[in-house]
Each structure stands twice: as structure tokens, then as C-alpha cells.
């Protein structure tokens, strides 16, 4: 089953409802594929990215079975992209979580950092620097 299945709907609804009602041309998303491969498990991710925003899908597979796979959307800042993962958790339960890449020679590095909730919304603390360690982070490289 495809990744964007469930969610190729929605693009296009959101492309049609962007170009409905004004005289500029739709917006055409520009999506790069990322793939990681750490201790056997893979992680692939399809970024749209523009100055500001980040939005796209992910796909975490852990030893060849599937674990996780949902949106991701968030806030460039600088080098860094940092938002929340909505995901199907091993086809069972949705969940959102923070995420972070770090933008380095090329390719990106998932982050990984102490997780607090504010208002039910999970976030990064922001007194705990995000770990970028590319030994223990997915790693991801253009496709």
C-alpha cells in the first residue's frame, strides 16, 4: 500500500482550494525523497520546503517491518526544520510527536530530544538541546 494513499485526497484538495478564487496560478509542491538506514531499520521522507515552512510524509520501518508512517510539517529555522510527526503507529493508534532535522552538506539528520506537553501538544523542551549525533540519528541522503 502506497505511503501517500490515504493522503493523495487531501493534496489535492488543498491544491484546488489554493487556486480556487484567485488569478495567480496553483502552487505546484516540489516534494525531495530522503532515505536513512541505521541497524536495519529505514526511515524515508518526502519534504516540501519552502524559506519559512516545511510539510511532507514520512515512513519508518524497523527491520523490514512497518512501523510508523504519517505527516510531517513544521517551522525552518536556519539550518534546522522543527514541527510534529502525525503518525499511524503499527497500523494501530495515531499519535504526534516533535521532529527535527538538521540541514548538513546536503542531507538531513533527525534529531532526537526530551519530549514535554503543553496543552496536550508535545514539544521539544526547549532548556534540553536536540541531539543531532549522526552515530545515533537517522541520517537521510537525497534519493
Not at 490515504?6 to 495567480?24: D, E, F, K, M, R
Not at 516545511?54 to 514541527?83: A, Q, Y
Not at 503499527?90 to 538531513?108: D, S
Given at each position: 500500500?502506497?505511503?501517500?494513499?490515504?493522503?493523495?485526497?487531501?493534496?489535492?484538495?488543498?491544491?484546488?482550494?489554493?487556486?480556487?478564487?484567485?488569478?495567480?496560478?496553483?502552487?505546484?509542491l516540489?516534494?525531495?525523497?530522503?532515505?536513512?538506514?541505521?541497524?536495519?531499520?529505514?526511515?524515508?521522507?518526502?519534504?516540501?520546503?519552502?524559506?519559512?515552512?516545511?510539510?511532507?510524509?514520512?515512513?519508518?520501518?524497523?527491520?523490514?517491518?512497518?512501523?510508523?508512517?504519517?505527516?510531517?510539517?513544521?517551522?525552518?529555522?536556519?539550518?534546522?526544520?522543527?514541527?510534529?510527526?502525525?503518525?499511524l503507529?503499527?497500523?494501530?493508534?495515531?499519535?504526534?510527536?516533535?521532529?527535527?532535522?538538521?540541514?548538513?552538506?546536503?542531507?538531513?539528520?533527525?534529531?532526537?530530544?526530551?519530549?514535554?506537553?503543553?496543552?496536550?501538544?508535545?514539544?521539544?523542551?526547549?532548556?534540553?538541546?536536540?541531539d543531532?549525533?549522526?552515530?545515533?540519528?537517522?541520517?537521510?541522503?537525497?534519493?
Amino acid at each position: 500500500m502506497s505511503l501517500f494513499k490515504h493522503h493523495y485526497p487531501l493534496l489535492v484538495l488543498a491544491l484546488l482550494i489554493t487556486s480556487c478564487g484567485n488569478n495567480q496560478k496553483p502552487t505546484q509542491l516540489t516534494y525531495v525523497k530522503y532515505v536513512a538506514h541505521k541497524q536495519g531499520d529505514t526511515a524515508i521522507v518526502l519534504l516540501n520546503q519552502s524559506k519559512e515552512m516545511f510539510t511532507g510524509t514520512m515512513m519508518i520501518n524497523e527491520h523490514g517491518v512497518f512501523r510508523d508512517s504519517g505527516t510531517v510539517k513544521g517551522l525552518v529555522k536556519g539550518d534546522t526544520l522543527i514541527g510534529e510527526f502525525h503518525f499511524l503507529h503499527y497500523k494501530l493508534e495515531w499519535k504526534r510527536k516533535p521532529v527535527a532535522f538538521l540541514m548538513k552538506n546536503n542531507h538531513l539528520i533527525m534529531g532526537e530530544g526530551i519530549t514535554k506537553m503543553t496543552v496536550g501538544i508535545p514539544h521539544f523542551d526547549p532548556s534540553v538541546p536536540i541531539d543531532f549525533s549522526e552515530d545515533k540519528q537517522f541520517v537521510f541522503f537525497r534519493d
